[in-house]
């Protein structure tokens, strides 16, 4: 059976206790599917992932990829790996069928996602990347370059990755200087560096391509002259037949973890023979480029959901199994020693974990939800669903990344010594986890994008969604006497988040975006501890339900487990929100006083 | 030059300005120094780091130790570090000056320790052991042991270990089941097994001497029933022969981190040929072992507190060198970007890393302080700087171990992507720093030896001394315009740690000690960052007099950026205990209640 890496039983809690799934399937988008469909697809994830996937994990991270020869090996799995996404349909899960997907909502195929992550996080960006650039081919590109590259990308025999950064524009996407030529033969000629590309080039498909930003010779400077091109690393000629793009491989990143995973740095048009195609309207590369962002966000925080999940069950599992010491009542050395799960401390850092990482997935889901809602209502309706899933993004990106560090470390501590070793996986879940507060946008961008962008966007009505959706699930707590304390001290919370909002916002008109924006990820911060505590309420709602309609006897510890934690989380996590505001709140603006000449010593 | 790791600017302020270091030379036992001596040994520890130890930082970690032919090979430099650590006198610096010590103060001795962990924490772990093994024998051994084995020791040929944890008795060392027989030949027959023993083999010594916790056969369970033994790899016969004391080594770990010292497991006496020599009372060996065990805390929160510092110098380096982004008021996207650190969400970042480091370091020197202290006085006063010590000692420990991996972490976040590539060593202190909660006992330990053992030691006295050490800075801030408001702010929180501690003791009445001790961690989390406010509060005063003495021109900005620092941590950090508190103070005791049947999913 092998080790747990995630809860089935969490997955379908929150899929169809929670989250109520199968309403999709009578929208006329998702009709074709019902409950039975996705248990099937939820099932077969799980398969690959224990039989594929898990087994590789220690191997690709000992056996990162190398360049040779001027071409990026992997591990030799990742080849039939990507046939094994490819045929179980898995690249194109939440694509429309006519155009070989499955048509899945992207609640179901974002659980997938999850479960692919948790096994291996490494083997589980190939496909991610391929349906990203994948999906904005199928979004803003021609029918031609549809019809050429979606079948291979969609077969998992062609990778496809996200190339913006460069070596000296990073978080300054607007600073990016490859460029791109016109010619009059429908193409254009890039030429430029682009580095920290995931899956860039690697010998387990036949083609890579490449979703590329370049600003077009000529056009203005920032972000309003840049456009989109697809960019392969072999380009398909008349005739069948495939010449080099000119694009190569400069060299590979040796990381801290996520080791499995070859990330690139690229050398495109060296030889001035590099083609690229435009893909949407010409400057309009950054708008195009951040609807594969957002879902790529999103797969950020699920990903780090997945990594500290698996380091939870793996502490969870040493901790039961684990004889060490004896309970402070129990005085006589002779006894056994007792499991490590017995002493309250190991149980606090256990529930630590078990509280980010089921919160973390709940408000992923969550936005996923929001995602298929927005897919399937109109007007109004649907611009709520978009609004909230636009608020919500950074924060589904954030909390999960940064959380995840503690929570993979407290899973470290659990097994004590041993967890610094190579072992057990717990290092290396720690090792893989760090990445996630940089890629797709640094935790200091998400909390920029929220604060300075999301909460102000159409007149502030994102954030006033958000309240109501909050207030929705402490009315329904405060109705059950064993919730009711809880949903006042998130009343009180969220009473303290908009006094700390109303607060920034006299900041921003008394002195400027630059100090409103100083703290700005702490804000996130805040409002990621009362995102996870409205969806660990909305959970212990639903587990509240279950056991009040009688649930089977063996669902019974699970439920009364899921309010442990929950009230855990209300307990020792929310109190953050304490000192967070007490921060925000002050007008000692510290970071903007601060010069370099502080820092001489 | 080479890269920064250490402010030597910042070392010297707390040596002189803030601990006065110079009055120790007052004392009989400390008067053959002075403040030239104390810096040119700090000036040599420097150079010794530069020219020897930060050079080979990367190597160690690349090329971890291996275990050949029963032999474990460590980096070929550590052969000539050995030999420089002995001829600088480096190892045995605090020790007398009659058994070939330099005797240092115990504050001077643990600036070198810093200086060398920050340049390479692997490299700095060797003398220190070796050190500390010997520090043993010359405490509690014979004359017949101190005379064999302290000067090869001292001299960095044979190297010292503690050799206390196996494979079933980590934290719980009353479980240790090595076994020593007694012979009536002057040594014991020692059998069994230790694990996690760092420096238990290399080939950069020619010999290594455990300091061994057994049970001698008979001897009662439990931690009564342990003796401390020198057992040698290889045992001294007449005539200057050497012959093997059958002690094997049975593996060499693969860790995260600290990969340039070998952590070994040792097989002892496989061949009824192993020899140990008491060393202190028989049955006393654990009270003789925490001697060494709170040097080696200490020691472990200087280092941690070392790999912060040089994790933040590397992060400041880069950031004032970094070109990305604009301001926020600048909108043309053709001026040149700016250096990172003008960012005010990275200076946050660097201050968050430099509040931790300097502040940790100062709280570690203080513990050192009193240790001198209690060295140069008698009675009551000699008592009141043991009890603090005593006190702080698990703070001291725990803080920088806890928070050095948010701040190295930080510290690759100030990177970007570059620092989670091994291109750049953030990446590596990150892995290094994780090792601190762990080693020399985890963090939960600290937390019962803090709040079940040292609050309530002597009737509280030391806690009580604590609150005087603290109000005492709080007076003399309060007199000051520019720091009372944050005198104010740590009375408070000194106010609010009065009222947990009451209340956990009024708990332990009503609930007993498993139910006190529950989060036991959560409170010396509190009490960590109050000591560190404290320190801070210290170190604010401190800067506030000399720069009201008038203090040259080029040390303006220096101690303008410390009052900085301090404001960050007291705006900052010190919030943190309002959450801490309201944890602490209410009587949902999540983690009593919980049982693993919770954990069943």
Known sequence: MGAKFISEKNLNFLLYDIFDVERLTRSERYGQHNKKIFTMVVNAAVTLARSKLYPILDEMDKNGPALVDGKVKVHPQVRSLMAAYGEGGWIGSSFPED???????????????????????????????????????????????????????????????????????????SDITTTAFPTDKGFYAIKGQKTFISAGDHDGVDNVVHLMLA??????????????????????????????????????????????????????????????FLVGEKNRGLACMFQMMNEARLGVGLGATAIATAAYYAALDYAMERPQGRRLSEKNPATPQVPIIEHPDVKRMLLFQRAIVEGSLSLCLQCCLYTDLAKTTQGDEQQRNLLLLDLLTPIAKSYPSEMGILSTSQAIQCFGGYGYCEDFPVEQYFRDSRIHPIHEGTTGMQGMDLLGRKMVMNNGRAAMLFVEEVNKAIAKAT????????????????????????????????????????????????????????????????????????????????????????????????????GLSQRLMDKDFITMEATREHFND
């Open 99 to 173: 155009h070989d997907g499955e048509g899945l909502p992207t609640i179901v195929a974002n659980a997938c996602r999850f479960i692919f992550a948790a096994a291996n996080y490494s083997a589980s960006v190939f496909p991610e990347l391929t349906a990203g650039a994948a999906e904005l081919i199928l979004t803003f590109g021609s029918k031609e370059l549809i019809d050429t590259y979606l079948p291979p990308m969609l077969a998992g025999r062609w990778q496809g990755t996200m190339a913006l950064t460069e070596p000296h524009a990073g978080s300054s996407l």
């Open 215 to 276: 600003r077009i010779e000529g056009e203005p400077a920032g972000s309003k002259g840049i456009s989109l091109f697809v960019v392969p690393k072999l380009r398909p000629e008349t005739g069948g037949k495939f010449v080099s793009n000119d694009v190569v491989v400069a060299g590979v990143y040796h990381k801290l973890g996520y080791r499995g995973a070859p990330i690139t740095e690229l050398s495109i048009g060296e030889k001035n023979d590099c083609r690229g």
């Open 479 to 578: 109705a059950v006497p064993e919730t009711a304390t809880y949903a006042g001290l998130l009343a009180q919370a969220l009473e303290r988040l908009q006094q700390v909002t109303a607060h920034l916002f006299g900041v921003a008109g008394e002195k400027g975006p630059e100090t409103f924006l100083a703290d700005a990820t702490l804000f996130l911060e805040m409002t990621g501890i009362i995102a996870i505590a409205w969806q660990w309420l909305v959970q212990a709602n639903g587990a509240h339900e279950a056991i009040e309609k009688g649930c089977r006897p063996k669902d019974l510890a699970f439920y009364q487990g899921k309010l442990l934690t929950f009230r855990y989380f209300f307990r020792y996590e929310l109190p953050k929100t304490l």
